[in-house]
């Protein structure tokens, strides 16, 4: 009676354990709940009518469609033939510098940590444009109408959400930029957008003092995406097929730099449980804080180590 009884306390432990909700502490965008889009697909078909064509519609009432479109996750569509990146990963270089005994992180990506989805249309023009195997064509085609492309974009490094499934993501602090391609909008050829944070709302018409507009034609993105080889995407085939070779991803560094920030370590439900505790014991925290502090290297002054590249 008395094993019975343990084993129901352990049951019990286990299960509210399981049962606690919190975003883990390197990654505030861990949601509880999954972020999949609705079941009934009506609502994100008549968005997608819309969404496609940024021209539709005056500039804040598309802005806001296009806000609901991702909120509601349509973008995360597999099934209509929606791809997406391998991982959510970094956009430059993480420098963690071990300086008197104190670990300190800084990001030097161009955007945020980011996880690409690419509307089936965007996909086809990259297989036939940018094929894998680096036969470029000599005169890529123009991306067609109504291609989007959703940079879900998440806290820095990428190794803070590294692990979670995307499923139990939303980039609800740092939102999502988009392109949308619409050739008769502008001489670029895309909508350029900025949303889907929390409390986001459309910024036309400008507020007082004009400050830069987050979305429309001909925006300041173009100042870095003027610079592609063509089309002013940079997206490549490399970073969503699971096929290709993975990219290198040292995470110890920029992870033990955030643990070392988090001073209350409370490990996520996922964590927790099965998958996501042992994958984060095989990572373990520690061991990154110990190596660097046993290293001669360490002790003698400061030290910079590329995390991401
Ligand atoms: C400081 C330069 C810079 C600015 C400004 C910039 N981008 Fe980017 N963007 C990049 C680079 C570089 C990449 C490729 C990142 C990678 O894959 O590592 C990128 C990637 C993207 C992607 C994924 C598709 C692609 O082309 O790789 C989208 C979507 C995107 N940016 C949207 C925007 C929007 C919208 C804005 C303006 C609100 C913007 N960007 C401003 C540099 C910039």
Redesign the pocket.
């Known amino acids: 009676m008395r094993v019975l009884a343990s084993v129901l306390v352990l049951t019990c432990t286990a299960l509210l354990c399981c049962a606690q909700s919190f975003a883990s502490p390197t990654c505030p965008e861990e949601q509880e709940a999954k972020q999949r889009p609705p079941e009934d697909p009506s609502q994100c078909d008549a968005l997608e009518l819309v969404v496609r064509s940024p021209r539709s519609l005056p500039l804040n009432d598309y802005e806001t469609a296009l806000n609901e479109y991702v909120g509601l996750n349509c973008h995360r569509r597999l099934e209509k033939g929606w791809k997406v990146d391998k991982r959510v990963?970094?956009?430059?270089p993480s420098i963690g510098t071990y300086q008197a005994g104190t670990w300190t992180g800084k990001y030097f990506?161009?955007?945020q940590p980011?996880l690409?989805w690419y509307s089936p249309e965007m996909y086809a023009w990259l297989k036939a444009n940018r094929p894998a195997d680096g036969t470029l064509p000599t005169t890529p085609e123009p991306v067609p109408d109504g291609a989007m492309?959703?940079?879900e974009m998440y806290t820095a490094p990428a190794a803070a959400c590294a692990g979670i499934d995307w499923e139990r993501l939303k980039p609800t602090k740092n939102g999502i930029?988009?392109?949308i391609r619409d050739r008769l909008g502008a001489y670029d050829g895309w909508f350029?957008?900025?949303i889907g944070w929390t409390g986001w709302k459309a910024d036309w018409p400008t507020a007082p003092g004009n400050p830069l507009p987050?979305?429309g034609f001909g925006?300041?993105?173009?100042?870095?995406?003027a610079s592609?080889a063509d089309n002013?995407?940079?997206?490549?085939l490399k970073?969503i097929n699971r096929r290709t070779a993975r990219l290198s991803e040292p995470e110890l560094l920029p992870r033990s730099v955030l643990a070392e920030q988090a001073p209350r370590h409370r490990p996520s439900s996922r964590e927790e449980c099965g998958a996501g505790r042992r994958a984060a014991l095989r990572s373990s925290f520690h061991q990154a804080l110990l190596e660097p502090q046993r290293s001669p290297a360490a002790q003698s002054g400061g030290r910079n180590a590329v995390g991401d590249l």
């Open positions: 990963r970094d956009t430059g990506g161009t955007h980011v690409v492309i959703i940079k930029a988009a392109m350029w957008a900025s987050f979305s925006q300041y993105c173009l100042n870095c995406h592609a002013h995407t940079f997206s490549a970073n």
